[in-house]
């Protein structure tokens, strides 16, 4: 049996999670996502490595192959470019009150928690004419974190030698302190903390955080960070008492 290509891509639904999109896209919000998507996938760029970038790249083949375009051509431009709703990974995270421009005029629109990429949020009266708009959304890679799908990427220091020898390391995520394990010689150095994604909606599920391990001569080593940690919970006012 022929194996399959690491970069192969035979699913819609595979193709729409790598463009970091809930569901089928179209026009200027499609473009939007598959341009975010492969450019933090880049090899050069941190947290991109080769084999994603082939993955994103085969999926907007594929995208562009059943909707009858020619693969990597622009989706055909309609009379005024769509505007979209970006918002930070915190902003998809916490929701909270957005700023919007629309034909010169700047909007503000309440953003729930645990928005996807290609969804559309509803603009009450937001047009001109007064009419309602439906705008897409996009999330686009801020304060170190990035998301795909359901599920965010950031990176983390750690000092070249725990990453030879394995132990346990500290990692500060947008929920706070988490702990985690390394294996000596572990690869990919790329870590799961489950559940620390984008939070359930509808019928998306909970994600999770994917942590890309950075070996570094700056990081602290195990000591260090067992020192951090007993400094952090034995504060001076815990001693005294």
Aim: a neutral charge; aromatic letters at 4%.
């Amino acid at each position: 049996m022929r194996a399959r290509p690491s970069s192969e891509v035979t699913s819609l639904s595979e193709a729409w999670t790598l463009l970091g999109l809930s569901g089928p896209a179209e026009g200027a919000a499609l473009t939007a996502a598959f341009r975010a998507a492969v450019k933090s996938a880049r090899p050069d760029q941190d947290g991109g490595d080769e084999a994603r970038f082939r993955k994103v790249i085969a999926a907007w083949r594929l995208v562009q192959a059943r909707a009858g375009q020619p693969a990597l051509d622009a989706p055909a431009a309609s009379p005024a470019p769509q505007t979209v709703i970006a918002i930070t990974p915190r902003e998809a995270l916490e929701g909270g009150a957005v700023s919007v421009t629309v034909e010169g005029r700047t909007l503000k629109v309440q953003a729930p928690a645990g928005l996807r990429s290609g969804e559309h949020l509803r603009l009450k009266d937001g047009a001109a004419d007064g009419a309602d708009l439906h705008l897409p959304v996009l999330i686009r890679a801020a304060d170190g974190l990035n998301v795909i799908g359901d599920d965010l990427y950031m990176n983390w220091p750690v000092a070249r030698r725990l990453v030879e020898d394995g132990g346990r390391i500290e990692i500060d995520t947008h929920a706070g302190p988490r702990s985690a394990w390394i294996v000596a010689g572990q690869e990919p150095l790329r870590l799961r903390l489950r559940d620390l994604g984008l939070p359930a909606r509808g019928l998306r599920p909970q994600g999770h955080l994917f942590v890309t391990l950075i070996p570094s001569e700056d990081a602290p080593s195990a000591a260090e960070d067992l020192l951090v940690r007993f400094t952090r919970v034995w504060t001076p006012d815990r001693l005294a008492a």
